[in-house]
């Protein structure tokens, strides 16, 4: 029953318009033509997607907790600042990255109520599990954007 619970669930967030890695392939392919060195995978990166590959398996609380912060930020602090760092050093080039199909705050609201609705079936210990998972989650961010500034 978990099982079939949660693959209903996980469809319910695949193909909502805000996924990234596509737009940030085309980032990455036009930062390498300008002759930017593009590193390898590196331990943040990695451990924070197997991380989030097993919690996809096993533990949907938590794993919505990513998908909020993840797609929510992209477009909220994320935006801000890809906007400075394209005025800084990108001469104003707009990056894929910060551009979606279609109306943003729409897709955005389709995807808050599908989250609502998901969450409306949880117990309250269900709730505070994934609402515990955003310190993990800032966590593995930040080491993130700790290995980008550095
Ligand atoms: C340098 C680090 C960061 C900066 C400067 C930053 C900045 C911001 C700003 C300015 C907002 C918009 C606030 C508003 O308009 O009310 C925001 C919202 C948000 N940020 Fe960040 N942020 C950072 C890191 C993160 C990280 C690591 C995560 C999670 C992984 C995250 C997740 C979010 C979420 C979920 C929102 C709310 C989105 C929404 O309400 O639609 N942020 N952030």
Request: glycine letters at 6%.
């Amino acid at each position: 029953m978990f099982c079939a619970y949660f693959h209903d669930t996980d469809a319910e967030f695949r193909n909502t318009g805000l996924e990234r890695a596509g737009n940030l392939t085309k980032d990455l392919a036009w930062f390498k033509e300008e002759g930017h060195f593009i590193p390898e995978l590196l331990s943040p990166g990695i451990d924070y997607s197997l991380y989030i590959e097993e919690l996809s398996k096993k533990d949907p609380q938590a794993f919505i907790c990513h998908i909020y912060n993840i797609y929510f930020g992209h477009t909220a602090g994320g935006q801000m600042i890809g906007r400075k760092v394209s005025a800084k050093i990108l001469n104003g080039k707009e990056l894929e990255f910060y551009k979606w199909d279609g109306d943003l705050p729409q897709l955005l609201q389709k995807v808050r109520d599908k989250l609502n609705k998901v969450a409306q079936d949880w117990t309250r210990d269900e709730k505070n599990h994934c609402l515990e998972e955003n310190e993990k989650c800032f966590k593995f961010n930040i080491e993130i954007m700790r290995l980008i500034v550095a």
